[in-house]
């Protein structure tokens, strides 16, 4: 099983700073990760995909980087609606497993 | 638009089983495949399952293979979550949740159901 590491475990930033949220894979997993982002009472959200490919209607604030065993997820001036968690997923082999999540707040 | 609406959740006793249905609508759901992803209280999210598009091959996660069996009906546009022997640790919320163009990435998902597995 390949077991995703965010950091940090929470970051507190105010609003229309630049956020950086670190997801490590134990192993490679090419470019086949995902980021989600999840809001109170909410069902998670599909962000970025294949790394770096931003899902349709998310702001181009969002944005992702990485292969391999390393990704960042990025957003470039932080809105008061991105206070929220976000995990990275991975898709290269079964079973598919998710971070344990970065809490973003403010 | 894109609409999944899970239901059947509740509460159940260690070893009872239940049946979670996710009902889609606003894209052909014959042609995606679907998967089931679970987070327990104040916790991460788990992915549970997935089945292909006409139920011929599935998958599980290790801590429900035996015992959850996850199928779908096309023509009803339903999904769902069999749960059988179910344990105090299954206890969670339930999102169904399409998938992204045959990629095992998830969008868009349901509300979630929740499972309550106490005596």
């Known amino acids: 099983e390949i077991v995703l590491t965010q950091s940090p475990a929470t970051l507190s930033l105010s609003p229309g700073e630049r956020a950086t949220l670190s997801c490590r894979a134990s192993q490679s997993v090419s470019w086949y990760l995902a980021w989600y982002q999840q809001k109170p009472a909410q069902a998670p959200r599909l962000l970025i995909y294949d790394a770096s490919n931003r899902a349709a209607g998310i702001p181009a604030r969002f944005s992702g980087s990485g292969s391999g065993t390393d990704f960042t997820l990025t957003i470039s001036s932080l809105e008061p609606e991105d206070f929220a968690v976000y995990y990275c997923?991975?898709?290269?082999?079964?079973?598919?497993?998710f971070g344990q999540g970065t809490r973003l707040e403010i | 638009e894109v609409h999944l609406v899970e239901s059947g959740g509740g509460l159940v006793q260690p070893g009872g089983s239940l049946r979670l249905s996710c009902a889609a609508s606003?894209?052909?759901?014959?042609?995606?495949?679907m998967h089931w992803v679970r987070q327990a209280p104040g916790k991460g999210l788990v992915w549970v399952s997935h089945?292909?598009?006409?139920?011929?091959?599935?998958n599980y996660a290790d801590s429900v293979k035996g015992r959850f069996t996850i199928s779908r009906d096309n023509a009803k546009n339903t999904l769902y979550l069999q749960m059988n022997s179910l344990r105090a640790e299954d206890t969670a919320v339930y999102y169904c949740a399409r998938d992204l163009k045959v990629t095992n990435w998830f969008d868009p998902w349901g509300q979630g159901t929740l499972v309550t597995v106490s005596s």
């Open positions: 997923q991975q898709r290269r082999s079964w079973p598919l497993t």
């Open positions: 089945i292909n598009t006409d139920g011929s091959s599935t």
């Open positions: 606003g894209f052909t759901f014959s042609s995606h495949w």
